[in-house]
Structures are given as C-alpha cells and as structure tokens.
C-alpha cells in the first residue's frame, strides 16, 4: 500500500489522533471511510480480489459494490500508525449489499470492525441523506460525554441544549442536534438499526454508558465533530461539579440570534423555556 494516497493517510491520522485524546482505550472504538471511485483506482493494484465474501449480519443494498477502509475487529487504535497492514483493511460489499471481502489488510488474520453493521448502515443512510457527501464515520468513547450518559436524562432534546450551552460554536457545528440511542448491546444489528435511524437526523449519536458516532464528508470533519462535542462535554461535566448552579449561561434568544449572523437554522425544538 501506499501510505501517501490521502484517504489512507487521513484515516491513519485520525486513528493517531483519536488514541491521543485517550478515547481508544485497548481495543476501543473504530473507524470506516467510504472510499470515491477515483480512489479505488489508486488501490485496486494493492488488492486481492481472491477472498471469499462473508456475511454482514444487515443488508446494505445502497452500498452494493463499494468500497471501504476499516479498522479490524479487536484491533487497538494505538497500533494503527505503527503498523496499517496488520490493524485495518479495504472491504468491498457485494451486489446484493448482504457480504463483504477483505482486499487488502489484516495481513495476520481477523475481521473488520465488530461495530460493522453500525458503520454500514450508517454510511447508507447518510450516503442518501447527504447526496453521497458524506464518507467518514467514526466511533470513539470519550470520558466526558460516556460520563454525561449516567446524569442527564437521555434525551436527544436536553442533551443538545446542554451541549450547546457550553461553548457558543457547539450549535454551528452540529445544528442538527445530537441523537441518544439508550443502552444495547454492542456489535450487532439491532443497535445498527437504532443508530442509523437517528443518523437519519444528526451528524452525531451518542450510545449511553458506551461512546459516540459521529459522521462527517471527511476525516477533519467527523473527528472535528466529535472533538468539539467532548469539549462541550469537558465543561458541562465541569460546570455540574461546581455545583451545577449556573448563574448566567446562552439564552434562548441568544441562540437565535447567532443562528441569523451565522446563518444555520436552529431547530425550535432545542430552544425551550426551562
Ligand atoms: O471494541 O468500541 O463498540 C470496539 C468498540 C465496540
Ligand atoms: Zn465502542
């Protein structure tokens, strides 16, 4: 492979940077890119289209026959950049949209990401949604947010407010709000299913007592959402342990008023008297 082809640098850039901000602890989180046609072109001499096609465990139609670059299943982010061969992999799904083959990667065995099925359904939702712009989405679990998921109520509504309240970009950055899928359990398709319905509506989705989906048109942008996310999250967790009281915060009519200059529509639904 080479590692100067742009999307497979960007995606072992933001795996290093993710472990960074310690949100890839052992084995967790993961990462998928939906690779453009062009892109595939600089690959394809790379891969081995030999490999048996194995099941997804959902079905993917819109995505028939595309091409992704994955993080492996039990893999740990902090090995990404040491060695990309051994820890990630491209993918290709089938016509049916119900299988995948590995093409490249995984060099000592596995399997992509246990959260597959999340990432697939995902990149098919958002791949209509966002008129095929969209091509990162990434899944980390960041200390305050996991946190935050233990004494907020979980509700989409509240959570975005919150989160918007502590940092005057948060609503220009992710308008649409963030989206809560309660507790389930990880790696399958019920929680792909739940997830992916949500991504319907917000860029971001955070899993309670686990972590964060957030999807972005490329890697700056998805990993920028969820950094900025966390951030609002680092000072909502702050503000809470100092007694939570606070005695002056963005108003309402603030937020409406920054929606004009900044021209993003803010939904009336997060702009509740309390
Ligand atoms: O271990 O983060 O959600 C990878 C995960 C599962
Ligand atoms: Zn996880």
Same mark, same amino acid.
């Given at each position: 492979m080479d590692y100067n082809i742009k999307f497979v640098k960007d995606f072992i850039q933001l795996a290093a940077n993710g472990y960074e901000q310690n949100w890839h602890e052992r084995n967790g989180g993961n990462l998928s890119y939906r690779l453009k046609e062009e892109e595939v072109e600089d690959i394809t001499q790379y891969c081995n289209f030999n490999s048996d096609y194995q099941s997804i465990g959902t079905s993917v139609p819109k995505l028939a026959g595309e091409y992704f670059m994955v993080t492996g299943s039990g893999k740990f982010f902090k090995n990404v950049v040491l060695d990309p061969e051994d820890n990630t992999c491209i993918i290709q799904i089938d016509d049916k949209g119900e299988n995948y083959r590995i093409l490249w990667g995984l060099k000592n065995g596995g399997r992509p990401t246990s959260e597959l099925p999340t990432h697939l359904m995902n990149h098919e939702i958002k791949k209509i949604t966002t008129d095929n712009k969209h091509r990162v989405i990434y899944h980390c679990h960041p200390t305050n947010i996991i946190a935050l998921t233990f004494v907020l109520p979980l509700d989409y509504k509240i959570f975005t407010r919150e989160l918007w309240e502590m940092a005057t970009e948060c609503p220009v950055v992710f308008p649409s709000g963030v989206g809560i899928v309660d507790w389930m359990v990880p790696g399958g398709r019920d929680i792909a299913v739940a997830t992916s319905k949500l991504m319907d509506k917000f860029d971001a989705v955070i899993w309670a007592h686990h972590g964060l989906f957030c999807s972005g048109e490329d890697?700056? *942008? &998805?990993?920028?959402? &969820?950094? $900025? *996310?966390?951030? +609002? &999250?680092?000072?909502?967790?702050? #503000?809470? +342990?100092?007694?939570?009281?606070?005695? /002056? $915060? *963005? $108003? @309402? /009519?603030?937020?409406?008023?920054? &929606? #004009?200059?900044?021209? #993003? +529509?803010? @939904?009336?639904?997060?702009?509740?008297?309390?």
């Open positions: 890697f700056n *942008i &998805a990993f920028g959402l &969820a950094h $900025t *996310i966390e951030k +609002s &999250a680092e000072i909502l967790l702050k #503000v809470l +342990s100092m007694g939570g009281n606070k005695l /002056q $915060t *963005i $108003t @309402p /009519q603030n937020f409406r008023d920054l &929606a #004009v200059d900044f021209k #993003v +529509s803010l @939904p009336e639904e997060f702009l509740f008297e309390k």
